[in-house]
């Protein structure tokens, strides 16, 4: 595709999903990722499965970027996280504040994202490359678009080298966050991150949770088909590739797909864009 691309996946909770995740990234791989990211369960609470499957990545000679969450978290803790990471031969985080399990006080030495930028540069230098959340359509718990926007500088100036955005439909709200940062003198690169549309109600609890807006013409078309499942894919296929087109010619830094630990939407994306 002439672009920088990368995965995102979860680690999976039983034997049969480890199996198909194996056989989505063999799929995935022939597209020769940057990287493949993986996520961190609230509170770290997945953290051996996360671990694991970043191992296994990097085994099968791929770059692998670790989920790194900070709420609960002690300085003691992370640091021996970061040493494991680092035996183990990661060389990037995503580093996140994270979200805490239900039912879980706030506890933790960790208040925000850049204390955790912070410190992992404070304790391990140049070893990691570190990637940071950016929200195009503002924070869902952001008091106003300027706090969220300081909020993201500040995890910048903490020592991020770059960003992977929150999934959006709306191209220009990317345009506008990009401009709205570097006008705070923010130049690191932003990389759109892209939902394929598999499921109607599975992206409608999504976006809902994290605060992603589905435009109203999405939201209806959806709708409309009901439970025709190929029909929703069929849709979802066009609507990202032209999206993703979008942004290519616009000559983003990169693309990181949320691929659900699926292949098959991701891949056909991926072939669309080759033809366009």
């Given at each position: 595709m002439?672009?920088p691309?990368?995965?995102?996946f979860?680690?999976?909770?039983?034997?049969?999903?480890?199996?198909?995740l194996?056989a989505?990234?063999?799929?995935?791989?022939?597209?020769?990722?940057?990287?493949?990211?993986v996520?961190?369960?609230?509170?770290?609470?997945?953290q051996?499965?996360?671990?694991?499957?970043?191992?296994?990545?990097?085994?099968?000679?791929?770059?692998a970027?670790?989920?790194?969450?900070?709420?609960?978290?002690?300085?003691?803790?992370?640091?021996?996280?970061?040493?494991?990471?680092?035996?183990m031969?990661?060389?990037?985080?995503?580093?996140?504040?994270?979200d805490?399990?239900?039912?879980?006080?706030?506890g933790?030495?960790?208040?925000?994202a850049?204390d955790?930028?912070?410190?992992?540069?404070?304790?391990?230098g140049?070893?990691?490359?570190?990637?940071?959340?950016?929200?195009?359509e503002?924070?869902p718990?952001?008091?106003?678009?300027?706090a969220?926007?300081?909020?993201?500088?500040?995890?910048?100036?903490?020592?991020?080298?770059?960003?992977?955005?929150?999934y959006?439909?709306?191209?220009?709200?990317?345009?506008?966050?990009?401009?709205?940062?570097?006008?705070?003198?923010?130049?690191?690169?932003v990389?759109?991150?892209?939902?394929?549309?598999?499921?109607?109600?599975?992206?409608?609890?999504?976006s809902d949770?994290?605060?992603?807006?589905?435009?109203?013409?999405?939201?209806?078309?959806?709708?409309?088909?009901?439970?025709?499942?190929?029909?929703?894919?069929?849709?979802?296929?066009?609507?990202i590739?032209?999206?993703?087109?979008?942004?290519?010619?616009?000559?983003v830094?990169?693309?990181?797909?949320?691929?659900?630990?699926?292949?098959?939407?991701t891949?056909?994306?991926?072939r669309?864009?080759?033809?366009?």
């Amino acid at each position: 595709m002439n672009l920088p691309i990368s995965f995102e996946f979860f680690p999976p909770k039983t034997p049969e999903g480890a199996d198909k995740l194996r056989a989505t990234r063999q799929a995935l791989y022939a597209h020769q990722p940057e990287f493949c990211s993986v996520t961190f369960g609230a509170g770290g609470s997945t953290q051996e499965g996360t671990f694991g499957t970043v191992g296994e990545i990097l085994k099968e000679g791929v770059a692998a970027a670790c989920h790194f969450s900070c709420v609960g978290a002690t300085k003691a803790t992370v640091r021996e996280q970061l040493a494991t990471l680092q035996a183990m031969g990661v060389k990037r985080l995503v580093a996140l504040r994270g979200d805490l399990p239900s039912g879980y006080g706030a506890g933790g030495e960790f208040h925000y994202a850049s204390d955790l930028v912070s410190f992992i540069r404070e304790f391990t230098g140049d070893a990691f490359h570190i990637e940071v959340a950016a929200y195009p359509e503002i924070h869902p718990q952001a008091k106003s678009a300027d706090a969220d926007l300081q909020a993201f500088a500040a995890k910048v100036k903490a020592g991020a080298n770059s960003a992977i955005t929150q999934y959006f439909f709306n191209s220009d709200a990317y345009f506008r966050f990009v401009d709205d940062a570097l006008q705070l003198g923010v130049d690191v690169p932003v990389v759109p991150g892209i939902m394929p549309i598999t499921s109607s109600t599975q992206l409608m609890r999504f976006s809902d949770a994290c605060g992603a807006e589905i435009p109203r013409w999405i939201r209806l078309r959806l709708q409309g088909f009901g439970d025709d499942t190929a029909s929703i894919k069929s849709f979802g296929l066009d609507v990202i590739t032209d999206l993703c087109d979008q942004l290519r010619t616009a000559g983003v830094p990169g693309i990181h797909f949320y691929t659900m630990n699926q292949a098959a939407a991701t891949t056909e994306i991926m072939r669309r864009l080759q033809q366009v």
